[in-house]
């Protein structure tokens, strides 16, 4: 999603991970129009980054916010052009929506932009609190496949499960004990 926040910011990137397989470069709805016609290398999948493929980009920057970096991935990359990497205050992938867009709009000298989305954001985010005052209390529960026959289900810390309680809902209380640590527990 990091690429999102850039091209949400008017920077096109020149590599992105693969995060699917399904749509080519993330190249989702959402941010189709964003790529302005360009497509980006795809440098790695998920976590897996093909390092001499980032190299061979020679970014500005290297944006790994929303990420489970390594320390030996952080100081690899950095040899190449300074890395984002997520929040030292979260664990991997749990860092806030809003931290994560300030911390890219940063990265990209674009803060007031990157403050302008998050506001906008929360405004509609309130708004569609107020048109359903019946969410209020109820829970939802975010999961995604993660392996055949398996879900991640994600507990409440969670940027997805965080979106939901922006629109009012709770994460039911067994997910965050499911998960423990982790930021979603896998079922069958």
Known sequence: SDHETALALGVVPVG????????????????ADLWQGEEPEVVGERDDVNVEAVARLDPD???????????????????????VAQPADFPPYTAPWQDLTLQVGRALARED?????VDDVEAELAA????HPEWQGMTATVADPF??????????????????????FTTPPAIDEAAGEDTAAVVS
């Not at 920057?61 to 100081?75: D, K, L, P």
């Not at 569609?128 to 048109?131: K, L, M, N, Y």
């Open 16 to 31: 992105v991970e693969d995060w699917f397989g399904e749509e080519p470069f993330g190249r989702w709805p959402w941010v």
């Open 147 to 168: 392996e055949p026959g398996q879900w991640a289900v994600f507990a409440s810390g969670d940027p997805k499960s965080v979106f939901m309680q922006g629109l009012g």
């Open 128 to 131: 569609v609190r107020d048109a």
């Open 61 to 83: 920057v290297i944006v790994a916010a929303y990420s489970g970096i390594t320390e030996e991935q952080y100081g690899t990359l950095s040899e190449i052009a300074p890395v």
């Open 113 to 117: 932009e990157a403050q302008v989305l």
